[in-house]
């Protein structure tokens, strides 16, 4: 009676175990890429994409996406855990670059960020540059007329509105206006809406999400300090083993050539009426190496 | 032929029964005394259920507590106690009485056999093939003695036998218990019931304050 | 999307029941250990395990993710963001509250059962098999309950798994990534289909458990 019992809890276990392995195997041909990413580009869909279009002429790749925040996704990759990083907080990774676990990557897209806010706008910043804006909402903070929501966790987003932050010269942190929520960018908006307040945000999830965000406005989205740059990475062979370095280089140069770019280019035109991303073509002027390198700056 | 040699149990730190001397031997004994006073705990020690703090329990001469587990349950099936409260098992009811007959490997045809007689002598041949949980409480008590009957134990201890049984139950089980009686077989039982005890028993065990007294001609 | 979605689901119930099977291999035995005597170091081991019930299914993930990555000490095994991983990290998840529910239903059918059928002649193997065969409906309830913890759960299968389209993307983290790209009314879609498969397992279950 209990030997019975016994053989079949093995039976179901070794019958489940060899359905897993058929469905792990069939996931697992020929190469695996993995890719972290931040959460804001994985969101749109756009890697998806892009992802659908390689396989289209590598059928026997398997491309995995982890979307985490750009700090995580940077960290993780450095951990070995990945093949290769997108990544939009260039002072994050000045360190991964500096330290050699990343090689030199290249931009492949950018947009800008948006600063959102009530549609009142208490603090005044519609039309201002994003630094005096910055300024303006702590001023306004202060004196009772203005809350703040932030992202406040390992993202490109986060790291960059702590830049503005410090160029406009202030420090909100710790004031009562300002929250510190640890979230996403999709809930960061949503609290953003149901408070009132202000936040930073990228384009692409605000449009997402613009038609649940009825008191959320678009009121700065102009300045150089707001160009939001997209750049990938290959993790170094030569610091981490293990690194599919050479099925990896075949994907950057898949998103860096003109079929690639032209994918972000018009990405979300259909649904959006506007793309959500400007490819980077090659940095032609060295406008966007430029804004990359004066990122990197705020350590 | 059961006797507790000096016997004190615990449960947790405080006895519950203390240094107690008796010998259960053919006949019936009643074994008697208020709520909480450690009737239940006494059976079950003679049942071999318990182990004693200190002390002795030994089973027509030997004691199991001694041997090793396997010896130990061989002895354990001279001795049968039946609960208080029926527990059942999942199944038939013919399932619950050939239960104590299946541990013990007898031949299948003579599972059939011997369940058929304990229902008869129970009176519950009708419900042999009802589910054994969704019984009363008192059909339940009757599946139970059947169950300990099917084994025929040389000493079977029951605790409070008649407590759900109505009365035509309970005269039925005085007279299984008296043919019991004539057979030798040794008898304990734990009752409220001082009609039964007076009925039936030979001697007569009073429990109370963790020691019991013996008294041989009621 | 259908297809997809019919993906994710199956394969949320492949890898929580993979995950429920071993854990419940290991955790009824040892639940069965932990009440076959009373011992003192035996009930401290229980309140240990029914504390660790409530441990963040996060905190599971990461101590699993430190250990999986290429830079930790199992790294080599290169699981980490595979299903396997998934199902190493959810049975661990789930071993404590089916250890912690199966030793709740022994101690109660130990008390009655294994005591009636030591009394009636049963060797104390015998009277254990009978134990875990009479306990086997509430058993199985253990068991299911592991399981839908392990399917409705999140931290494990975003921290181990990594969310990844077609390969460990699974119900809980679909409906997270949905609700991050906005689309509501999909998520709510996918969590009333995961109340559902929950639902039809559990109800099946139960009727199992009562026939047998």
Redesign the interface.
Known sequence: ??MRWVAI?LA??VA??I??LF??RR?HYEGTL?ITTT?SLY?T?IL?KLAEEFKQRHPNV?I????VGSGEALR?AA???AEIVLSHAPNLEKQYLDDGTLKPGKIFAYNYFIIVGPGDDPAGIAGMDPVNAMAAIYAAGENGKAVFVSRADNSGTYARELVLWSLAGVNPLGKSWYLELGA????TLMVANEKEAYTLSDIS?YL??SS?LGELKSLVDKGDMLINVYSVYVVNPAK???VNEGLAETFVEFILSEEGQKIIDSYGITEFGKPLFKAAKGDLTGELKNAWENLAKFG | MIELKLVSFAYVSEDVIRDVNLVFSPGVTAVVGPNGSGKTTLLKLAAVIYRPRVGEVLIDGVNPWSMSEKARASVRRDVVYVHEKPIMLRGSVADNVAYGLRVRNVPADEVVVKIEEALEALGIKHLAHEKAQTLSVGQQQKVALARALAVRPRNLLLDEPTANLDKSGRENFMELVKELRRKGVCIAVATHDRLLAMELMDRLVLVENRTTKFIKNP | MWQEIAEVVT?SI?IS??AT??AA?WSVPIAMMLTAKDSKFRVALLDVTNTLVGVPTVLVGLVLYLLF????PL?FL?I?????SI?IGEAVLITPIIISLSALVLRETKAKVWEMAVSIGATERQAS?TM??ESLPRLLMAILLGFNRAIGELGVALMLG???????RVMTTAIA?E????E?ELALTLGGILLLVTFTITAIVGKVGKVR
Do not use: H, W
């Open positions: 009676m209990k809890a179901v276990i489940v175990s359905l897993f469905i792990y996931e993995r959460t969101a869909g998806d398997s995995q996406f982890i979307a993780r951990q070995g855990d996403d960018m999709a809930q999830t997402k999400f649940r981490i083993i293990g | 394969r492949l029941g993979t099977l071993f291999f990555s290429r830079s930790g790294g290169g980490l963001y595979t299903p396997t199902v098999v875990v065969a990594g969310n990844i389209k077609g390969f460990t990534l609700v991050s790209k906005g509501f």
